[in-house]
């Protein structure tokens, strides 16, 4: 059975920075595209950042500049660095992974329990 688990968050003053990590269970990582997203209370969930399997990335307008998703291929992770961060990106980041199983099979979706990040003002 996958398992998506996330890791690295915590709290942080505003201005400061955070490392997350999305790994997997019984799925390689580096073979599927990954975004990570997130959700703050009373809010609902939104894209934050993606990465292909062949590398290809994309931000979110709010966290251009301030956000790095990457690979790390030698540990089957996809990481999310995030730098100068605000009170408002605070909520819990869920990292999902697609599995494409081709036409007949099709796609699908897992996803972490979440890892809470904290910007205090």
């Known amino acids: 059975q996958v398992q998506v688990m996330e890791s690295g968050g915590g709290v942080v003053q505003a201005g400061g920075s955070l490392r997350l990590t999305c790994a997997a269970s019984?799925?390689?990582?580096?073979?599927?595209?990954v975004t990570w997203h997130r959700q703050a209370p009373g809010q609902e969930r939104e894209l934050v950042a993606g990465?292909?399997?062949?590398?290809?990335?994309n931000y979110a307008d709010s966290v251009k500049g301030r956000f790095t998703i990457s690979r790390d291929n030698a540990k089957d992770t996809v990481d999310l660095q995030m730098n100068n961060l605000k009170p408002e990106d605070t909520g819990v980041y869920y990292c999902?992974?697609?599995?494409?199983?081709?036409?007949?099979?099709?796609?699908?979706?897992?996803w972490g329990q979440g890892t809470q990040v904290t910007v205090s003002s």
């Open positions: 019984e799925l390689l990582v580096s073979r599927n595209d």
């Open positions: 990465v292909t399997k062949d590398g290809i990335t």
């Open positions: 999902s992974i697609e599995e494409n199983m081709g036409p007949r099979l099709g796609v699908f979706d897992y």
